[in-house]
């Protein structure tokens, strides 16, 4: 089955500690983003890559990192996390080298910072 | 820049009744148009798109058209079903972008009552 997973589903963490959400597509696609949900402003991009070693900044990059060093994964680090940074985080994936292909994305991970 | 307006929720309808959620953007070039849904829990779908202007985008008895004029994307069901709530998101991507990027409005909460 075409999917992207994300683990954990729902995490609850300290200021300051180092986390990292994984993701993992299984359908050979070249790019994967990572997006973040707040009420009222809808999905911001935070990271996005084209292919295996490029990444690049998305609109809200600030606090965080990622890392694409196979095609399937594109893990998000959260170095030192603070309370702003709670959200509910979505990884996606599509094929790249076309604006009207359809994104996948996966079921979400809620992250709270206390 | 580029950016998606879509109306505020929550829309609440009785079962049956017919949907109109509208979605204005404002973006250079040509971009495609998106409808993701959000079901309670669940990660984005994408249920519709439009990739250039008069195109019609139509699945599981939605429909929007792709108004350049009028800069829309309307979404529109004759009969709403309990099991269309969800979250709505219009969304695009520019025309001949190298990124992908989807771009969001906030979202329009659907709750249709039996």
């Known amino acids: 089955e075409a999917q992207v997973t994300q683990n954990p589903r729902y995490l609850i963490t300290v200021t300051g500690k180092k986390l990292t959400v994984t993701c993992s597509q299984n359908m050979n696609h070249e790019y994967m983003s990572w997006y973040r949900q707040d009420p009222g402003l809808g999905l911001r991009q935070i990271y996005y890559?084209?292919?295996?070693?490029?990444?690049d900044k998305g609109d809200v990059p600030e606090g965080y990192k990622v890392s694409r060093k196979e095609k399937r994964n594109f893990p998000l680090i959260l170095e030192s996390p603070s309370p702003n940074q709670t959200s509910l985080y979505f990884c996606?994936?599509?094929?790249?080298?076309?604006?009207?292909?359809?994104?996948?994305f996966g079921p979400g991970t809620r992250l709270t910072v206390t | 820049g580029d950016s998606v307006t879509q109306m505020e929720g929550p829309v609440t309808l009785s079962e049956e009744a017919f949907l109109t959620i509208n979605c204005t953007y404002t973006?250079?070039?040509?971009?495609?148009l998106f409808w993701y849904v959000q079901y309670p829990g669940e990660g984005l779908q994408l249920l519709l798109k439009?990739?250039?202007?008069?195109d019609k985008g139509s699945n599981k008895g939605f429909e929007a058209t792709y108004r350049k004029e009028t800069t829309s994307f309307h979404l529109e069901k004759g009969s709403v079903q309990v099991s269309d709530s969800a979250v709505y998101f219009c969304?695009?991507?520019?025309?001949?972008?190298?990124?992908?990027?989807?771009?969001f409005g906030t979202g329009t909460l659907l709750a249709v009552q039996p």
């Open positions: 969304a695009l991507t520019r025309g001949g972008g190298a990124t992908n990027k989807l771009i």
């Open positions: 973006a250079t070039g040509y971009p495609s």
């Open positions: 439009a990739t250039k202007a008069d």
């Open positions: 996606a994936s599509s094929f790249s080298g076309g604006s009207s292909y359809e994104q996948y």
């Open positions: 890559s084209m292919n295996v070693e490029v990444t």
